[in-house]
């Protein structure tokens, strides 16, 4: 897959893990939709890492989108954890 097709999975997945976990983020959505094209590419990582598949086959596979998801959810989740509530004043 080229470039254009993982940035626009990552701005998807980065919308659909932001749906899966509400809330108001410290980054907005612009902030979301990078964390959704960096977790993109870590989901499809580890699902080589860890469990020895090639998770990006092709824009419109399933496990693509899945290991995509997952990992914006993961990088979301790392993302509050380590920014919190912080409020600029």
Do not use: C, E, Q
């Not at 989108?65 to 959810?73: F, K």
């Amino acid at each position: 897959m080229g470039i254009i097709a993982w940035i626009i999975i990552g701005l998807l997945a980065g919308l659909i893990a932001k749906a899966l976990l509400p809330g108001k983020d410290p980054g907005g959505i612009i902030i979301t939709m990078l964390i959704g094209i960096a977790g993109g590419l870590l989901g499809g990582w580890l699902g080589k890492v860890i469990f020895g598949v090639d998770s990006i086959d092709g824009f419109f596979d399933l496990s693509t989108w899945i290991a995509a998801v997952v990992g914006s959810l993961i990088l979301l989740v790392l993302y509050r954890v380590f920014t919190g509530n912080r409020r600029h004043a």
